[in-house]
T-cell receptor, first 117, second 111 residues
């Protein structure tokens, strides 16, 4: 079974704090993704990585950065958390596929519900 | 206009009936289309994918794709209470780099 794990299920932080969200997958997938999910807005892509040390901005990268030092691990960093970053954060991974990054099924982690006070 | 649009619902159907979910997309170059199911408090899981025009059946689920109309649908036959969930339509961008999700349709199957 593909397994994607995230470091925390629930997290409460204060405005201005630096926040690290970690994601680990055990299927040797090249692609890893960070999304946020908000009611009525669906999943929105924050960042994407197709290889170690490689990253691409998604739809809403502002206020976020990422790090991928090892193939199995993809970290999302909120440099200075703000209340509008309160959300559910979902990590996903997939194989690359010959047609491109999103051709194959994405496997999701359980999510981290982040609250910024 | 959003890239991927779905009726938000909720869609309520009696047990045993057919649930019909619709999705439209704006990028005419999109090539890959996915339906994910998300139970409350859980993460999305893939239930169907379709790449070619026409119908694709998998058990009680049928995905239908019409690229000319930029429309993809999901039919759930013989709906069960366990089908109660939010269904997310996802579409790749024309360069297959990004997966865009709709906001989801919430389905409730009444026993």
């Amino acid at each position: 079974d593909v397994k994607v794990t995230q470091s925390s299920r629930y997290l409460v932080k204060r405005t201005g704090e630096k926040v690290f969200l970690e994601c680990v997958q055990d299927m040797d997938h090249e692609n890893m993704f960070w999304y946020r999910q908000d009611p009525g807005l669906g999943l929105r892509l924050i960042y994407f990585s197709y290889d170690v040390k490689m990253k691409e901005k998604g739809d809403i990268p502002e206020g976020y950065s990422v790090s991928r030092e090892k193939k199995e691990r993809f970290s999302l960093i909120l440099e200075s958390a703000s209340t509008n970053q309160t959300s559910m954060y979902l990590c996903a991974s997939s194989l690359p596929g010959t047609r491109g990054a999103s051709y194959n099924e994405q496997f999701f982690g359980p999510g981290t519900r982040l609250t910024v006070l | 206009q959003k890239e991927v649009e779905q009726n938000s619902g909720p869609l309520s159907v009696p047990e045993g009936a057919i649930a019909s979910l619709n999705c439209t997309y704006s990028d005419r170059g999109s090539q890959s289309f996915f339906w994910y199911r998300q139970y409350s408090g859980k993460s999305p899981e893939l239930i169907m994918f379709i790449y070619s025009n026409g119908d694709k059946e998998d058990g009680r689920f049928t995905a239908q794709l019409n690229k000319a109309s930029q429309y993809v649908s999901l039919l759930i036959r013989d709906s069960q209470p366990s089908d109660s969930a939010t269904y997310l339509c996802a579409v790749t961008s024309s360069n297959d780099y990004k997966l865009s999700f709709g906001a989801g349709t919430t389905v409730t199957v009444r026993a």
